[in-house]
């Protein structure tokens, strides 16, 4: 028995827009391009580029720009609905600011044929979030059954806490979704170990997309690093590496692979290792 599907992550650049029409031909090349997988993932904060459509002055304001982006969102949702079911295909958007209240949270947005599915916040804000931003975390998680997999999503910061994964994984999540916005090769590879980390102890898929190159208006996402790629447990039923799929560094595209979901139950109950099962056993440890 086989539940394979295809897997794309996107290494994505930031452009400026003059207009809304701009975006929309950009994303839809984008989503062509990966028309032929199931399931596509793009990077935290990839929706900030539609700041430009306010212009430079306010594209270069951090809290001016947040609300911008945010005026856009039932125009995106409705792009992202239109192309999902295009292509029948399921897309965790960019993503970007949402306001609630007086301060936005980082939201994800997840499509797929059918339409909107829902969306994960972010649940742990870096220091440039809290002290600059003053973007707000949301807690809560949140459980995506699909015709793709069941899957969760743990945007950037949030795959450096293995607690947020284990909840994920206890709670049959198969593929975890990993956006990323990073400006060092430091920042980049502390969301990659974590999320090969975040595979190995839950054995399952982790897919990794994150925002690569510069942006000179926009002081938030001026620098960009990072490679897209789709990990899994080295324990057995995958690459010795860990590494299904991955790509440059910096350079931006898609990266693919294809993914037999069998495999992640396979791992967790027939691994070479059994860190998922044996996982309760590191609770019960103490100092001596």
Not at 10 to 27: N, P, Q, S, T
Not at 68 to 93: K, M, S
Not at 249 to 277: H, N
């Amino acid at each position: 028995m086989t539940r394979e599907i295809k897997i794309a992550a996107a290494a994505y650049k930031f452009d400026w827009f003059d207009d809304f029409e701009a975006y929309r031909a950009k994303l839809t090349r984008w989503v062509e391009a990966a028309a032929d997988c199931d399931l596509l993932v793009f990077p935290e904060y990839g929706a900030m580029e539609l700041a430009s459509l306010g212009g430079r002055e306010i594209a270069g304001d951090l809290e001016a720009s947040l609300h911008e982006v945010a005026r856009h969102e039932a125009a995106r949702d409705a792009l992202h609905i239109e192309l999902a079911a295009q292509h029948g295909i399921h897309i965790l958007a960019a993503s970007g600011p949402y306001f609630a209240g007086s301060r936005p949270f980082n939201r994800a947005v997840l499509f797929g044929p059918e339409g909107r599915i829902g969306h994960q916040d972010k649940q742990i804000m870096t220091r440039f979030e809290r002290e600059d931003w003053n973007v707000e975390s949301a807690p809560g998680l949140r459980i995506f059954d699909t015709p793709v997999g069941k899957l969760g999503v743990l945007i950037c910061y949030d795959s450096e806490f293995p607690l947020l994964a284990r909840q994920l994984a206890e709670a049959g999540v198969e593929i975890i979704l990993t956006p990323s916005c990073t400006d060092t090769v430091a920042g980049f590879n502390r969301v990659r170990i974590g999320a090969m980390a975040r595979a190995l102890e839950s054995q399952c898929i982790v897919v990794h997309s994150p925002t690569v190159g510069t942006c000179d208006w926009n002081p938030a996402i001026d620098e960009n690093r990072g490679t897209a790629a789709i990990y899994a447990p080295s324990d057995g039923f995958w690459p010795e590496t860990g590494i299904l799929a991955e790509g440059e560094m910096d350079r931006p595209g898609w990266v693919k692979a294809r993914v037999d979901l069998e495999k992640v139950r396979q791992s967790r109950e027939d691994g070479r290792v059994l860190p998922f099962a044996h996982w309760p056993e590191s609770l019960s440890s103490e100092i001596i």
